[in-house]
């Protein structure tokens, strides 16, 4: 069964610095690895989605990495701001079932000014 | 384009209870989802759909039950509310299935059964 894992489960951190969140996987076998924000109270956003043949992909300040033979994806976020504090998951979609995200439980980050 | 919407946004049911979650789409997406949120488990799938009238089982299907009689609109049931059905629910929509593209998620429902 697939598990994803995300660490830090907890994140603070002053304003202005380079950070790192971190997102495990057991089964190598996948479509893509996404990212997603979530806010308190409100639904997912969908920040970067890496397919498997990519290495990374990059939006803005964030920049996701992916290596699928070790199971492992970075999400770096630069120049942190109090307004990217909010909750940060990633999910996997596997090739055994092509239409299901597999969720990780999310890193919370905040970002002190 | 309001994108994806959940109605009700919360609600409180005694056990046993029914009740049904709409999710509606602005977007014309083929794909549907519903998912549920309980603390430190990330979201999980309960069922979805491939288009109108299609309807398949998630990870966590047991106690609800769905309907996409409308392609924009996918309905989720609680015949029986249960305490462990306490979460928050999750309604998801895409273009394209989730080893293609990304997907776009409503706002959440609440939902405390007593």
């Known amino acids: 069964k697939q598990e994803v894992t995300q660490i830090p489960a907890a994140l603070s951190v002053p304003e202005g610095e380079n950070l790192v969140l971190n997102c495990s996987f057991t089964?190598?076998?996948?479509?893509?690895l996404q990212w997603f924000r979530q806010d308190p109270g409100k639904g997912l956003t969908s920040l970067l989605l890496?397919?498997?043949?990519?290495r990374e992909q990059t939006s803005g300040r964030l920049n996701a990495s992916l290596d699928k033979s070790s199971g492992r994806s970075t999400l770096y976020i630069a120049a942190s701001q109090p307004g990217d504090s909010a909750t940060y998951l990633c999910?996997?979609?596997?090739?055994?079932?092509?239409?299901?995200?597999?969720f990780g439980a999310g890193t919370i980050l905040r970002v002190k000014s | 384009n309001a994108g994806v919407t959940q109605t009700p946004k919360f609600r409180v049911l005694k056990t046993g209870q029914s009740m049904t979650l709409l999710c509606a789409q602005d977007m014309n997406h083929e794909y549907m989802y519903w998912y549920r949120q309980d603390p430190g488990m990330g979201l999980r799938l309960i069922h979805y759909s491939v288009g109108e009238g299609t309807t398949a089982k998630g990870e966590v299907p047991d106690g609800y039950n769905v309907s996409r009689l409308k392609k924009q609109n996918f309905l989720l049931g609680l015949e029986s509310a249960a305490p462990s059905q306490t979460s928050v629910y999750f309604c998801?929509?895409?273009?394209?299935?989730?080893?293609?593209?990304?997907?776009?998620f409503g706002p959440g429902t609440r939902l405390l059964v007593l």
């Open positions: 089964d190598s076998a996948i479509y893509n």
């Open positions: 998801a929509s895409s273009y394209v299935p989730p080893a293609s593209g990304a997907q776009y």
């Open positions: 890496i397919q498997s043949s990519q």
């Open positions: 999910a996997v979609v596997l090739v055994e079932y092509g239409n299901k995200l597999v």
